[in-house]
């Protein structure tokens, strides 16, 4: 099972990115999709969640910013993120979890939010 980041990049506070994830390697699909990230010197913290059947769940520092949302293609996720802050810097992190409960992640994609 791969699972292979795009977007992100740099962008100034205020503004906006996307992230996306595409998957490849099973037949099955992924009873959870999400995102993670780590900032320098920090554990990787949860960012949002999304389950088979919508369900969304996202860590306080970012609700009403971002949003996640699974795409029309098999196991593919993405996040949109608004208003966008420095502490937000991180390398971005996909993840999917099948429901026999293993962990799948992704190699991450750096987002740089400048001043």
């Known amino acids: 099972v791969q699972l292979v980041e795009s977007g992100g990049g740099l962008v100034q506070a205020g503004g906006s990115l996307s992230v996306s994830c595409a998957t490849s390697?099973?037949?099955?699909?992924?009873?959870?999709m999400g995102w993670y990230r780590q900032a320098p010197g920090k554990q990787r913290e949860l960012v949002a969640t999304?389950?088979?059947?919508?369900?969304?769940n996202y860590a306080d520092a970012v609700k009403g910013r971002f949003t996640i949302f699974r795409g029309n293609a098999k196991n593919t996720v993405a996040l949109q993120m608004n208003s966008l802050k420095p502490e937000d810097t991180a390398v971005y992190y996909c993840?999917?979890?099948?429901?026999?409960?293993?962990?799948?992640w992704g190699q991450g994609t750096q987002v740089t939010v400048s001043l």
């Open positions: 999304i389950t088979s059947d919508a369900t969304r």
């Open positions: 390697g099973t037949i099955f699909t992924f009873y959870v």
């Open positions: 993840a999917a979890r099948r429901s026999s409960g293993s962990w799948y």
